[in-house]
Nanobody, 126 residues
Framework: QLRLVESGGGLVQPGGSLRLSCTRS????????IGWFRQAPGNEREEVSC????????YYAASVKARFTISRDYGENTVSLQMNSLKPEDTGVYYC???????????????????WGQGTQVTVSS
């Protein structure tokens, strides 16, 4: 288990921006493909965006494409999700997790051995 920690959530008005960060204490996440997921109240957790360990391959859900950008900072041992033009439907708890792979525009599932962190709350409301 990587035991990742999410941060950066908050309350923002529609059209606003937030930057989420995913870090790992006690080890590197630089060699793992990582995904961002979100869960809105009453809904199942859904995949939002993923990035390969090299940073060369990325995936975005159709609902966030052109608004969200996933990136890696190897020096800071982080994976970030820049979220622009936020909409009320982006509201939810956001989680990061290791995924099996990211290639050819697709994102693998989360290994069963991985556990979910506490996530970070994103609320988009006027």
């Amino acid at each position: 288990q990587l035991r990742l920690v999410e941060s950066g959530g908050g309350l923002v008005q529609p059209g606003g921006s937030l930057r989420l960060s995913c870090t790992r204490s006690g080890g590197t996440l630089n060699t793992y493909p990582i995904g961002w997921f979100r869960q809105a109240p009453g809904n199942e957790r859904e995949e939002v965006s993923c990035i390969s360990h090299t940073g060369e391959d990325t995936y975005y859900a159709a609902s966030v494409k052109a608004r969200f950008t996933i990136s890696r900072d190897y020096g800071e041992n982080t994976v970030s999700l820049q979220m622009n033009s936020l909409k009320p439907e982006d509201t939810g708890v956001y989680y990061c997790a290791r995924v099996y792979y990211v290639q050819h525009g697709s994102c693998g599932t989360v290994p069963a051995s991985e556990s979910w962190g506490q996530g970070t709350q994103v609320t988009v409301s006027s």
